[in-house]
């Protein structure tokens, strides 16, 4: 059972360098979620999508770009990476965005410092 | 917009000891849905428990269960007879109706447990 797979696992890049991070899902779910994780903030929505093909953004979505080219993937891009933002991101999937019992369910993070 | 406010940063509980962490939310909907989610320190989110505001009964799953108040806007997850493993960060998450919500999910803050032997 894999679930949601981030990769890579850790990243440290330097101020304005390119990086992307990949997200799979093996669970079929139309809905597909990228957040970061700071302290004190919790967790803040980045971008989404809602099926192959569709992004939306969401609370904090300057500095980075998205892609659904497939159902199953969900890519977080950063163009031109800065300090802020460093931070741990988490992407999530969920079968149903119109169930509200339908958990999301979390890939176990990326660590990404941008020195 | 909503809000979802955890006002404990830390907390502190012995072991085999029932603790509440706190959760107050600010929505204008009357459906809603309610989520905790427990983080390790190895950093992945776990998937606890969920409340509907309409549910009538408050949600339970085995020690973890959910003090709803509706009127107060208050969701408090209760941990009863406390574990070392339940050390963690938690966060309290809600949801608000389909359309435009896609399933997004806002979070708290989150609150640091620690359980002490």
């Known amino acids: 059972n894999a679930g949601v797979t981030q990769t890579p696992k850790f990243r440290v890049l330097k101020t304005g360098q390119s990086m992307t991070l990949l997200c799979a899902q093996d669970m079929n779910h139309e809905y597909m979620y990228w957040y970061r994780q700071d302290p004190g903030m919790g967790l803040r929505l980045i971008h989404y999508?809602?099926?192959?093909?569709?992004?939306a953004k969401g609370e904090v979505p300057d500095g980075y770009n998205v892609s659904r080219l497939k159902k199953q993937n969900f890519l977080l891009g950063l163009e031109s990476a800065a300090p802020s933002q460093t931070s741990v991101y988490f992407c999530?999937?969920?079968?149903?965005?119109?169930?509200?019992?339908?958990?999301?369910?979390f890939g176990n993070g990326t660590r990404l410092t941008v020195t | 917009a909503q809000k979802i406010t955890q006002t404990q940063p830390g907390m502190f509980v012995q072991e085999k000891e029932a603790v509440t962490l706190d959760c107050t939310y600010d929505?204008?909907?009357?459906?809603?849905?309610l989520f905790w989610y427990k983080q390790p320190s190895s950093g992945e989110m776990i998937f606890l428990i969920y409340q509907g505001s309409y549910d009538e009964q408050n949600a339970t799953e085995g020690r973890y269960s959910l003090n709803f108040q509706k009127a107060r806007k208050s969701a408090n997850l209760v941990i009863s007879a406390s574990q070392l493993g339940d050390s963690a960060m938690y966060f309290c998450a809600m949801r608000l109706p389909g359309g435009t919500s896609y399933g997004k999910l806002t979070f708290g803050q989150g609150t640091i447990l620690t359980v002490h032997p």
């Open positions: 929505t204008s909907d009357q459906s809603y849905g």
């Open positions: 999508s809602v099926g192959e093909g569709t992004t």
């Open positions: 999530a999937s969920t079968r149903s965005g119109r169930q509200f019992n339908s958990p999301l369910h």
